[in-house]
């Protein structure tokens, strides 16, 4: 049974190995395939029952890769729908390179933004922030003109640097509590800012598009593709 081969797997990871078949396939096997993925990703997520899974010891870090509770099946369902919207937006490309491209970087992508959202400890959601920087500027690239290009370039930094101070913050936060556990961090008053906390907020307020943080939004989307501008819309700030 493959819902027994992916037990405890984050279906993102499902989407994201699915995405390498892509190139393979051709003609209808690969439009029914890229629309399936996300509905079998989404019927794993359902069969769970809740708790945590995919522990992993890293670097002396315990990493906590797939953590399945109320809220995170919420949002983790409504990014499955969005994938498959973004598909079934996505079907009218042809076979060509740089179509391919754009349906793996679209599904690597989703994948990506799957697993963060299970992610249950900040190392992991690192990695997974880190893959929807680097699969995402594909679709800005696709585009093929040099104004693309050095777009993606910009919008590259501006997401990979989210990353480093997130992790930046995760090593100071580790170092202050012992953990990296990706919870509450009571940061309601200015008093329970540290100096961790400060640089995982400043993260996730250039991933959101945070008032005077978001240039990089109107900049790059519209230098994506059509199909990439409707899944870059989906995902990243989300």
């Not at 670097?59 to 499955?80: A, C, K, N, P």
């Not at 937006?89 to 963060?116: F, R």
């Amino acid at each position: 049974m493959l819902t027994d081969l992916f037990s405890g797997l984050n279906p993102g990871l499902i989407i994201i190995l699915g995405a390498l078949i892509v190139p393979l396939l051709r003609g209808p096997v690969r439009k029914i395939f890229m629309l399936l993925l996300p509905v079998y990703s989404a019927m794993h997520l359902i069969g769970m029952p809740h708790g945590s899974y995919g522990h992993i010891e890293l670097m002396g870090l315990t990493m906590e890769t797939y953590r399945l509770d109320q809220l995170s099946f919420v949002f983790g369902l409504i990014f499955h729908i969005a994938a498959f919207l973004g598909v079934l937006y996505a079907l009218h490309l042809k076979e060509s390179a740089s179509d391919t491209m754009q349906h793996v970087a679209a599904l690597i992508y989703a994948g990506a933004g799957v697993g963060a959202v299970f992610a249950g400890d900040l190392m992991t959601l690192f990695i997974f922030w880190e893959l929807t920087a680097i699969a995402s500027v594909f679709l800005i690239w696709a585009t093929g003109t040099d104004v693309a290009f050095r777009t993606g370039i910009r919008y590259l930094i501006i997401q990979v640097g989210s990353g480093v101070l997130l992790l930046a913050g995760l090593v100071l936060h580790k170092a202050d509590t012992g953990s990296i556990a990706f919870t509450h961090f009571g940061v309601t008053t200015m008093a329970q800012f540290t100096p961790g906390t400060v640089l995982i907020f400043l993260a996730f307020c250039i991933k959101c598009a945070f008032p005077s943080l978001h240039n990089w939004l109107q900049d790059a989307y519209p230098q994506a593709t059509p199909t990439g501008t409707v899944v870059l819309s989906a995902f990243t700030t989300k």
